[in-house]
């Protein structure tokens, strides 16, 4: 027998460590983007003449603290010196290393979610995953889905712009791979990993399997889901938060009126994969 209680309580664990670790990685990002700033702002300021490197007379008094003013010449000319190597800083990750933290992070959390699912004996149906669940028709949809919501995603991002909210993009441009294998390991793994587990989490067992555990009402269950959703991707910034929270809310439409979790899930694929490729592969 199916023990619901047991299952939504877990998930609501797992939901709300899932938003501390957001919140943690909105303020690394945060920090990393202020460090990277002032490492550039220094540099620049490193770059301009010095007032006694001027065509000016020195007198003879001055003659050894003009050298102090040379450029110092570094064993690695071709990059400018950070602030990383003072104590307490350290560089940023790799994008080898943030894909592999995010396939990490986001795989626990799938195995857990499933491994929970199994333990409290919930039906796969309840999810959205019915035996027929997966089929051309629904791929087909999800593909259509995504694009239109690709689209939607876009024009809202637009308009957030008119308001002077500008998203910020550097955990995408993070991500972005330089090599074709990097973007091979992008597409095939990591994109498909975060859009069935955040799928699986936010559409199927918030909203699908309380909904099948204790008929909560599907618009009570979208709205509450979307809004986790949105909080889930702090990252973003608060333009972010609210288009995603849109997205979710979109998604969660989509999910209620198919009941099918595949649909989604190929949208939320197409959705991110289209928003590397229009943005990053330029």
């Given amino acids: 027998m199916a023990e619901w209680s047991t299952f939504v309580a877990a998930v609501v664990f797992l939901l709300v460590v899932l938003l501390v670790l957001s919140r943690i990685s909105a ?16 540099t620049a300021e490193s770059t301009e003449p010095s007032p006694a490197s001027t065509d000016e007379p020195v007198a003879d ?4 603290s003009v050298t102090f003013d040379e450029p110092a010449v570094s064993s690695s000319t071709d990059q400018p010196a950070t602030e990383y190597d003072s104590a307490g800083d350290h560089p940023p990750l790799s994008t080898a290393a943030l894909l592999a933290n995010v396939v990490g992070t986001q795989g626990v959390f799938a195995v857990s979610l499933i491994a929970l699912a199994w333990y409290s004996q919930i039906p796969a ?24 919501f690709y689209g939607l995603n876009e024009a809202a991002v ?37 859009a069935g587990f955040e799928e699986l989490l936010f559409r199927g067992a918030l909203i699908g399997v309380v909904h099948a555990g ?21 990252a973003q910034g608060r333009l972010g938060i609210l288009i995603t929270g849109a997205l979710g809310l979109g998604l969660a439409v989509v999910f209620i009126w198919s009941g099918n979790l595949v649909v989604v899930i190929v949208a939320h ?11 990053e592969r330029g």
């Fill in 61 to 64: 008094g001055q003659a050894e």
């Fill in 125 to 148: 149906w309840a999810f959205g995953l019915a035996a027929d669940a997966l089929s051309i028709e629904a791929v087909g949809l999800g593909v259509l889905v995504g694009v239109v």
């Fill in 27 to 42: 303020t690394v990002l945060n920090e990393t983007m202020a460090s990277t700033e002032s490492s550039l702002s220094s």
């Fill in 158 to 194: 637009q308009v957030g712009r008119q308001y002077g909210m500008e998203p910020p993009t550097t955990l995408r441009e993070a991500l972005a791979p330089e090599s074709p294998a990097g973007w091979g390991v992008l597409f095939v793994v990591v994109l498909p990993i975060i």
């Fill in 214 to 234: 204790f008929e909560v009402p599907l618009w009570l269950l979208a709205i509450g889901s979307s809004v986790a959703f949105g909080l889930g991707h702090g």
């Fill in 269 to 279: 694929y197409v959705i991110n994969a289209l928003e590397f490729v229009v943005h």
